[in-house]
């Protein structure tokens, strides 16, 4: 008996376990890292025969669901900051339609794709190996001297953003900031994320972390909630404009997600704040030198089709 | 204009109508029968794919070709190119007048024969194919090479010499046959075979037929309702999967509270 169905927008035929385990996998990293994983489940899907726009607009579909079953799980252990999310939702949104319309002058003048790689590869080393190292550093370090010196002066950075007016409290996030500062980054993250063609996760995590001084694990519950909302606004719009939603492809993706993102928000648990930074950061630098030996070795054959990440 | 020319006019208008709407799937001549089977295939939910058998019945000593073609339609690619030492897209291509699906089996006294390469199979095809866009230096000749790789990498572009074999023979004509195998990415539509009956490569009679291939079950309802109710089908899309989101970590939540 053979396990393939046929997707209809897709217009292809796949192997069930395939997508399920693909969709295990990657919401399992989602649920861990609080990450939507379109940076590398629609690469995967691509090998798996489904063209790229399908397979970009279907992931967006499965990361809702993911995200939901994510966020939920990570709510239930209080890692949900709900006003800091939104506040770098709504920069994300102003970024991301500021970004789609940058990214058209980039094509009008012929270099958008120079301009995305690039970006994609440095983004994704600068992010990795600074995680890496900041990480394996704390990792070294003894439980003493990682407790913070209290006589110490704070850094430039920490006096710039105490200097912008208007603070609030971030209770759940255990930070006082202006909500200046999140909606700006916020916006940066956007534009990032609609060059690259990727929700932004793996950009607002460190972002959240380095920039935002937030711990880890809220760091997780939040990115996730602000996945979700970004990726039910991708889905409508594909559906509406593209109709490049394969519902079928998406709901065999987001059944093995679902369950990969509750063992993924399990493990992040039990896993330490700078443990979970260094599996993020080896996951992001892999993907980096993949997408470095794409750039470097001739690829099979010479056109290709449009869409994708 | 008289009354007999505008009479002598509408029944000839009216026959052409008729022949056109009555194209049957096989078509008999003087000296040849093309049979396709099946002429019509459903995609479904199972579909990986499908056989075709073409046969055809064709003087004795003569050669074939069988040709099968997708509708044409134009093909927006980017074309790879080297940037600064790194590999990416330089460009975007459209390519017209390109079939959907290229599959041609001739006889095995046709596979070497030098005559056929200019009338039938890929040489032929780039004929009728235009390329605009990011051309490369090198000319349309190694963009046609790869977008013919491209194809054949996904199933829809074929040649396959010596695949029409004979098997039966009777005093004036020679049964041929050839299995197709068509792809599960094929596209939903009308396919047209094509027949060539060549003697000593000179081309004896063409004749045609047609198969078609639609959705149906639940892959036809769902494309149906994703082209036509798009906006319901992305709500029922993103309601599925909060649902199911939901579901799933309250099912996790309860079983890891045991």
């Known amino acids: 008996m053979s396990w393939s169905i046929y997707l209809p927008i897709a217009g292809n035929s796949v192997n069930v376990f395939l997508l399920l385990g693909l969709g295990g996998l990657v919401g399992f990293l989602s649920g861990l890292f609080g990450v939507g994983g379109g940076f590398l489940m629609t690469p995967l899907l691509m090998m798996a025969g489904i063209p790229p726009v399908v397979a970009a607009a279907s992931d967006s579909n499965q990361i809702v ?31 991301g339609t500021f ?189 980096m030198v993949q997408m470095l030996v794409g750039l470097i070795v001739s690829p099979h054959v010479m056109l290709a089709y449009k869409g994708g990440h | 204009m008289r009354a007999g020319t505008v009479y002598v006019w509408t029944v000839m208008l009216f026959g052409l109508f008729l022949q056109a709407v009555s194209t049957p799937n096989y078509v008999i001549a003087a000296g040849t029968a093309l049979r396709v089977e099946p002429n019509k295939l459903h995609v479904s939910e199972s579909f990986r794919g499908a056989l075709v058998t073409i046969s055809a019945d064709i003087p004795k000593g003569a050669g074939a070709i069988v040709e099968i073609e997708g509708a044409t339609h134009d093909d927006r690619l980017l074309r790879q190119g ?72 996904e199933g829809l572009y074929g040649l396959f010499p010596r695949s029409l074999k004979p098997t039966r023979a009777s005093e004036n004509h020679t049964t041929v046959e050839g299995e197709f195998v068509l792809p599960s990415n094929i596209a939903p539509g009308n396919y047209r075979v094509v027949l060539s009956v060549l003697n000593s490569g000179k081309l004896l009679e063409r004749q045609s037929a047609e198969f078609s291939i639609d959705m149906t079950g639940l892959p036809g309802f769902l494309a149906s309702l994703a082209y036509h109710h798009a906006a319901l089908y992305g709500l029922a899309a993103v309601v599925i999967a909060i649902v199911t989101g939901f579901v799933m970590g309250i099912l996790f939540t309860s079983k890891g509270s045991h």
Not at chain 1, 67 to 85: E, I, L, P, Q, W
Not at chain 1, 126 to 142: A, C, D, I, W
Request: charge should be positive; include cysteine.
């Open chain 1, 65 to 95: 669901a993911a995200s939901t079953s994510a966020t939920y799980a990570h709510y239930r252990m209080g890692n949900v900051d709900f006003k800091m999310g939104l506040l770098l939702l709504i920069g994300g949104v102003v970024g």
């Open chain 1, 99 to 287: 970004g789609v319309q940058l990214i058209k002058v980039l094509r009008s003048l012929g270099n958008a794709d120079f301009v995305i790689k690039i970006t994609y590869v440095v983004m994704l080393g600068v992010v990795g190996f600074y995680m890496f190292l900041e990480s394996l550093q704390n990792l070294r370090k003894s439980p003493a001297a990682t407790r913070p010196v209290e006589s110490a002066r704070p850094s430039l950075y920490a006096r710039a953003i105490r200097a912008l007016p208007w603070q609030m409290e971030f209770p759940k996030s255990g930070v006082t900031l202006s909500p200046l500062l999140p909606l700006i980054l916020g916006v940066f993250v956007g534009i990032l994320a609609a060059i690259m063609g990727v929700g932004g996760g793996f950009i607002m995590v460190p972002v959240m972390v380095y920039m935002l001084r937030m711990p880890m694990h809220v760091v997780v519950g939040t990115s996730l909630f602000q996945i979700l909302f970004t990726c039910i606004n991708v889905t409508i719009m594909q559906a509406v404009t593209n109709h490049t939603v394969d519902i079928i492809l998406a709901i065999l993706l987001l059944l093995g997600s679902t369950v990969g993102a509750q063992f993924g928000a399990r493990l992040s648990r039990r896993l330490k704040g700078d443990q979970l930074k260094i599996i993020l950061a080896s996951v992001v630098l892999l993907v």
């Open chain 2, 82 to 153: 080297r940037r600064g030492g790194l590999w990416m897209s330089v460009g975007e291509v459209t390519v017209q007048g390109a079939p959907s699906v290229y599959l041609v089996e001739t006889t095995p006294d046709l596979a070497s024969h030098p005559d056929t390469g200019a009338q039938w199979g890929y040489e032929a095809l780039q004929k009728r194919m235009a390329f605009s866009g990011a051309i490369p230096e090198d000319g349309v000749g190694v963009l046609f090479e790869q977008f013919v790789r491209l194809k054949e990498s």
